[in-house]
């Protein structure tokens, strides 16, 4: 490290963000081409696996070139760009792992690699990037036909994309054009993810680039369906519940905030956890070790416009349920405006995801690696019962569904978990008896 230049061209590339993120997705920049920045001035936003990161500036200089457009996947250690740095300005110190990297590829010559790469396409008639041409190409897009507006006429991804909605290749563009992530471009609607806010007639294919959280899901997702799973599921009477979460609602409207049962569940599934620690734990395929793991710290599937997230409420059993009604709605502001933190969705040691919110009778979900367990909540839905006396009566039912994986947890266990839960979902008085 001490080799770092001092004065001179530097290329900054994406320090290592957290731990096991290889790359992430470019979201935007707060800085141009021949801008001065500061120290720790923020110069884009990065989106991981986990979370959005803002990268602030270590140097004090000018931005001489930026390598990459929003939308762009950069790999950990890749520059993001480049800077003329201040002769008198020092370095500022940071981690290691970034320390490192900078280290690698400090001094560049003048043809640098991105520069190179632009002069061949030039060559062969268009200025653009192999990332842009892609994309051009995965919409069926002529690059040739596309006016370029970046710098020195480089064709830039939303000359792609205004290209492809003149030219009627994107019909409902104006409608999915969203800010500045490509993820958010085809991802329409904000509050109903993943559907366009309005009926589209059309008939072309389109090609959607998984980005963001969706990139995360689809490689979690194919990580987790080698698990051997098994699927257990019950009915629970969610009377009581209901009763209970209008009782606070009425009687404590002064706290201003709005209960759901989401909360009681959520804290009723950690007094079972206490019995039934199996289930809050942690498998290790290679040293083929169960971690018990101490905290419950529950995570809830959340659905938003920039995909599926899954932040976690830490340490549920020191929690009241005061608490983790304010925990979840704070998780929840931030998730829907993407500004969840990496210690938000790190460290969840079991999942709860409730669909019924959206509609359905249960899900099949699939663990969140490493954990063991996850539960899909149905629609609570009333519906006739026989009572013990044989009357019939209406009752709020919920089915769940808990997806074990099936090398840490068997049946039998599982349900013993559940009948536990269940008891005290159904007679939510009980928590009281033990509630710390
Ligand atoms: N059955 C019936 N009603 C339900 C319900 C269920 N399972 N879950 C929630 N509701 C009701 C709530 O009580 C609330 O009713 P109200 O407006 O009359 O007070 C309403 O639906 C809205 O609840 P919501 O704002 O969703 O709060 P919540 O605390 O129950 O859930 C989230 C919070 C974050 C879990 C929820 O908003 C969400 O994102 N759900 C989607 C889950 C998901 O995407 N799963 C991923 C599947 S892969």
Redesign the pocket.
């Known amino acids: 490290m001490a080799d770092l230049p001092v004065g001179g061209v530097i290329d900054v590339p994406l320090a290592q963000t957290g731990e096991g993120i290889a790359e992430c997705e470019l979201l935007k920049w707060f800085v141009q081409e021949g801008e001065e920045v500061e120290e720790f001035q923020p110069l884009c936003e990065v989106q991981s696996d986990k979370a959005t990161i803002e990268i602030t500036s270590r140097y004090k200089g000018k931005v001489s070139k930026v390598l990459h457009v929003p939308g762009n996947i950069v790999k950990v250690g890749e520059a993001l760009l480049r800077m003329v740095i201040d002769e008198n300005a020092s370095i500022l110190p940071s981690v290691e792992a970034a320390q490192d990297l900078v280290a690698q590829d400090s001094k560049i010559n003048e043809l640098d690699i991105a520069d190179s790469v632009l002069k061949k396409e030039k060559i062969r008639g268009v200025l653009s990037t192999p990332a842009v041409r892609n994309f051009a190409k995965q919409l069926g897009v002529t690059i040739e036909d596309v006016l370029g507006t970046g710098h020195d006429g480089r064709i830039l991804r939303e000359d792609i994309l205004n290209y492809a909605a003149r030219k009627g290749i994107l019909k409902a563009s104006s409608e999915i054009l969203i800010e500045d992530s490509s993820a958010k471009n085809f991802l329409g609607d904000q509050t109903s993810p993943n559907v366009s806010s309005a009926y589209v007639w059309e008939f072309e294919d389109r090609s959607l680039p998984l980005r963001g959280f969706h990139r995360a899901m689809a490689k979690s997702m194919t990580l987790a369906a080698k698990i051997p799973h098994f699927q257990y599921v019950e009915e629970v009477n969610c009377d009581a519940l209901l009763d209970l ?1 209008a009782s606070f609602q009425n009687e404590m409207s002064d706290l201003g905030i ?1 209960f ?4 009681l569940l959520v804290k009723s599934l950690s007094m079972a956890l206490s019995k039934y620690p199996l289930l809050n734990s942690c498998f290790n395929e290679e040293s083929q070790e169960v971690l018990l793991k101490g905290s419950h710290n529950i995570g ?5 416009a920039h995909g ?1 997230v899954v932040p976690n409420i830490k340490k549920v059993q020191s929690l009241s349920i005061v608490e983790i009604t304010k925990e ?1 709605s704070r998780l ?1 502001e931030l ?1 829907l405006s993407n500004k969840l933190s990496s210690d938000d969705v790190s460290g969840g040691t079991i999942t ?7 509609g359905g009778k249960f ?1 099949s ?1 699939l663990v969140n690696v490493p954990e063991v367990s996850i539960i ?5 839905q009333k519906i006739p019962l026989f009572d013990e006396d044989g009357n019939l009566c209406p009752a709020s039912i ?1 089915m769940i569904n808990i997806s074990s994986d099936h090398r840490v947890l068997d049946g039998a266990t599982v349900a013993r978990f559940c009948n536990e839960w269940k008891r005290f979902i159904e007679k939510p008085e009980l928590l009281m008896l033990q509630m710390r």
């Open positions: 979460r709005k759901t049962f989401l909360p809830i599937a959340m659905a938003t599926l979840l929840q998730a709860i995801s409730n669909i019924g919110s959206i899900g979900p899909a909540l149905g629609r609570i919920m």
